[in-house]
């Protein structure tokens, strides 16, 4: 494999990178949009996402926040996408990069900070694209030897694909010089080519989602940043030929253009990308196999609850269904290993696979093995963890952290063991704990009839359990299934199911104006009609265009 961390010097003068100076370099973007295959037309749009979202102006009166520009690189997720969708790769090179930080709750708004580590990574991964790349058969100038004349075309072109938005002069000048100046150094023309291939990957322009540089010599400029932002919201990935094109033409802020290919992003198979990446942190399944309770148990148990979780939200997409019918619906999917785990009475092979769910103690997400074991401690059960996280990512309610000091672990019992039911009542004794755990206990104790792994289970070690409870705004239910009813009718779920989308899609908090958009927004789900396909289209055409 060609080594051309010893031209890295060259590289630095001829492409400005990201590891050198992020703000106001230059680099290189596009010349045609040939590459992807056309898309067969989108369902129609729903009437109810060409409404105003703000139809009395209210919103906009709103002043806008400035909030400071931030620099945003792909994540590890979107990278990994990306190149397979750049390159025509299987790869995952971002297996070997750091994690990513998380901010918001999602990898899309996480402070950056270019480390040595991520930049040797950042170089070694380059280098070992660029190799493949070339190497394949059929690559452009591979029948011509990888002459510069035909490089230097096939370069520019990659880099307009790379950096989804056309080339500056200055930088086509640049771009297309580039192979030869390799060969000027003593590089093979094959080899040029590698090492130019590269340099693109290295350049900020690709790295990077932010505009790190003036776009002004470029027509609609603004159109095609809005074909990037779309494309890494709905899709994780760099946008297709469709996009780039209505960007081009000046014709993608055009409302009914807008609304019509959100919709067409929203039901393209390229979404399952942002639906996994979000859905993932959201619901914490990107952290499963590290959960306390996972520690003893098979990694296809633990995939295959990662896996049903995922498939049950993707439904919610494929099928328009309105989100609040997210903690109960009477379906889930599964395969062999989780009918056995589960018990239930029904066939499925090692896939997974969509089952009715009437007449068991099963139904919605908060009866999934995903959320029950990632809320439960080595040794059993956590209805405090299971309240919190309750109302953390399904409510936008989370208690604040305990007072500093305070004994969070509940005391050993001595003598005759105490229920965990009565065992919490001793712990809310505790001033400083009551009021957050008056919210989260008894929400997590109606889950106490699902074991530390999400199996059903009638008594514990204590007895019959108890699973009735009343909140503290005075609602009461009787076990999980009556509080799921509870739940999903309280204005607040649909809010934030809103408002976390709203927070990836952002990559930040949204700010005032936003918020209020994000509240009409799920104010609209009120009307059981309305599904979550419904909420991505509003959302990202009040959100994403401005």
Not at 47 to 72: E, F, W, Y
Not at 201 to 213: I, T, V
Not at 215 to 243: R, V
Request: charged share 20%.
């Amino acid at each position: 494999m060609l080594q051309i961390s010893s031209f890295y010097p060259r590289i630095l003068i001829i492409l400005p990178l990201a590891f050198v100076g992020m703000i106001g370099c230059n680099a290189l973007p596009f010349l045609r949009f040939g590459h992807h295959g056309s898309h067969a037309d989108a369902p129609q749009i729903d009437p109810i996402n060409t409404v105003p979202i703000d139809t009395d102006g209210s919103c906009g009166k709103i002043p806008a926040d400035k909030t400071a520009l931030a620099i945003r690189p792909l994540s590890n997720f979107e990278y990994d996408l990306t190149i397979k969708e750049l390159l025509s790769t299987t790869s995952s090179p971002s297996s070997s990069f750091p994690p990513d930080a998380t901010g918001t709750g999602f990898d899309t708004g996480a402070a950056h900070t270019l480390t040595t580590t991520l930049a040797q990574s950042y170089l070694d991964a380059s280098q070992t694209l660029a190799t493949a790349y070339v190497e394949r058969q059929g690559v452009a100038c591979s029948d011509q030897g990888f002459a510069s004349g035909c490089t230097a075309d096939a370069l520019a072109a990659f880099a307009e694909r790379a950096f989804r938005r056309p080339l500056l002069a200055e930088e086509a000048t640049r771009l297309r010089g580039l192979p030869l100046q390799f060969t000027s150094d003593g590089l093979g023309d094959k080899d040029a080519y590698s090492a130019s291939i590269a340099a693109v990957l290295l350049s900020p322009q690709f790295l990077y989602r932010s505009k790190l540089s003036s776009t002004a010599g470029i027509a609609n400029s603004d159109q095609y940043a809005l074909a990037s932002k779309l494309s890494y919201a709905l899709w994780a990935s760099m946008p297709d030929e469709q996009l780039l094109n209505l960007a081009k033409d000046g014709r993608l802020r055009d409302p009914d253009v807008l609304a019509n290919e959100i919709n067409r992003m929203i039901v393209s198979p390229k979404a399952q990308g942002f639906l996994r990446n979000f859905t993932s942190q959201w619901l914490g399944t990107n952290g499963l196999a590290q959960a306390p309770a996972a520690s003893h148990q098979d990694a296809e148990l633990i995939a295959s609850f990662s896996e049903e979780t995922f498939a049950y939200i993707n439904d919610f997409l494929r099928q328009n269904m309105n989100v609040r019918n997210l903690l109960d619906a009477r379906f889930t999917y599964v395969n062999a290993r989780l009918i056995k785990h589960y018990g239930l009475l029904v066939t499925s092979g090692d896939d997974l696979n969509r089952v009715e769910l009437a007449g068991t103690q099963r139904g919605g997400l908060l009866t999934q093995g995903a959320f029950l074991m990632q809320t439960s401690n080595p040794d059993g059960t956590s209805p405090v963890k299971r309240g919190k996280w309750v109302l953390d990512r399904i409510l936008c309610a989370a208690p604040p952290p305990p007072p500093a000091g305070m004994q969070t672990i509940l005391a050993p019992t001595s003598g005759k063991a105490v229920p965990m039911r009565q065992r919490l009542a001793t712990h809310r004794a505790a001033a400083a704990c009551a009021t957050c755990h008056k919210s989260m206990d008894p929400i997590g104790l109606a889950f106490e009839s699902y074991d530390m792994t999400g199996k059903w289970r009638d008594k514990d070690d204590y007895g019959v359990i108890d699973t009735s409870g009343t909140l503290p705004s005075g609602e009461a239910f009787s076990d999980a299934a009556a509080l799921a009813q509870v739940l999903k009718v309280d204005p607040g779920f649909p809010n934030c199911i809103a408002t976390k989308l709203a927070k990836y899609a952002l990559g930040r908090e949204p700010n005032k104006q936003e918020q209020c958009l994000i509240n009409k927004v799920a104010i609209r789900a009120e009307d059981e009609s309305y599904g979550l396909k419904n909420m991505l289209v509003d959302l990202s055409r009040a959100l994403l265009a401005n």
